[in-house]
């Protein structure tokens, strides 16, 4: 009887630790991210760029909080961090272009070549540049709107002229 009892009270105390883990990580994301927010806002590039670094780093700390949490209760979580490294390579490998453009939009918005209001040329389209977000460069002349995707510019020659 008393074998059965510290059993039970060896699995009660651990799945007890596990979730005081993952209120723990609950907690400490939500400080994290609100830190993140009041920290980056004072820089310009922090409107296009700032949600998705604090959204991110939320998102790692709970799901890294959660998988301590589960291993402490006794899971076994080996094979779902070998499917997950699996899928995010295939989904990786799936979504290079758009993680290109996502990288390449970082850096434009970084650096600034150019800012908005400035006339460029970039692989035979001209026009003024309208908005810069994290996937495309929005370029507008008389003949309409053109969506020119980040890593086109960073990867091609771009001619600048300032709206001077």
């Known amino acids: 009887m008393i074998d059965y009892l510290s059993g039970y009270l060896f699995v009660a105390r651990n799945v007890f630790l596990g979730a005081v883990i993952i209120a723990g990580a609950f907690a400490l994301s939500r400080f994290v991210r609100a830190s993140l927010k009041s920290a980056i806002s004072g820089f310009e590039w922090a409107r296009q760029v ?49 993680v290109g453009n996502l990288l390449a939009g970082f850096l434009i918005i970084i650096y600034r070549p150019f800012v908005i209001g400035d006339f460029i040329a970039v692989s035979g389209i001209e026009g003024e540049v309208k908005q810069v977000n994290l996937r495309y460069t929005e370029l507008e002349n008389e003949e309409g709107r053109s969506l020119i995707p980040n890593q086109t510019i960073i990867n091609t020659p771009v001619k600048v002229k300032n709206k001077d």
């Not at 301590?68 to 979504?95: K, Q």
């Open 50 to 98: 700032g949600s998705l670094i604090t959204t991110t780093a939320y998102y790692a700390i709970m799901a890294i909080g959660v998988m301590i949490g589960v291993s402490v209760m006794g899971v076994n979580i080996a094979p779902l961090i070998a499917a997950l490294g699996l899928g995010g390579f295939a989904l990786g490998f799936a979504l290079r272009d758009a």
